[in-house]
């Protein structure tokens, strides 16, 4: 799949920090190359590599529980996933874009890399 998206339930008071970040993948993957550029606006954290692209933002609201309620009470990995995430204030939102995908989205069927990569960008 070329995108993936995931929601990140936090605490009040959390501040996103870049370098935390850059640390964290580079102990717990350490096979995995080095983000080439790293970029911090306010609440926002960019992280391109070499094939992808992740983008790291604070929402500075809770997820509407709403949302959350069915998930929650059908869980059975998690059964006080209620319980443990109504306290919730905050949220992040990670995505992680392949950039391949992104590169052939531009492209017209019928070129040579439309063909050889379609199957990376539904």
């Given at each position: ?20 970040i ?56 998690w ?13 992040l ?30």
């Amino acid at each position: 799949m070329a995108v993936s998206f995931a929601m990140v339930f936090l605490s009040p008071g959390f501040v996103i920090d870049a370098l935390a970040i850059t640390n964290h993948l580079a102990s717990e993957w350490p096979e995995m190359a080095a983000p080439n550029n790293v970029k911090t606006d306010e609440d926002i954290v960019t992280l391109d590599f070499d094939n992808a692209a992740c983008v790291i933002s604070c929402m500075p609201i809770p997820i509407p529980f709403g949302d959350l309620d069915g998930p929650c009470r059908t869980s059975w990995l998690w059964p006080t996933a209620s319980d443990d995430i109504l306290p919730h204030t905050e949220h992040l939102i990670v995505s992680i874009t392949d950039q391949l995908c992104m590169l052939c989205i531009g492209k017209w069927p019928g070129s040579q890399a439309w063909q050889h990569d379609w199957w990376r960008c539904q």
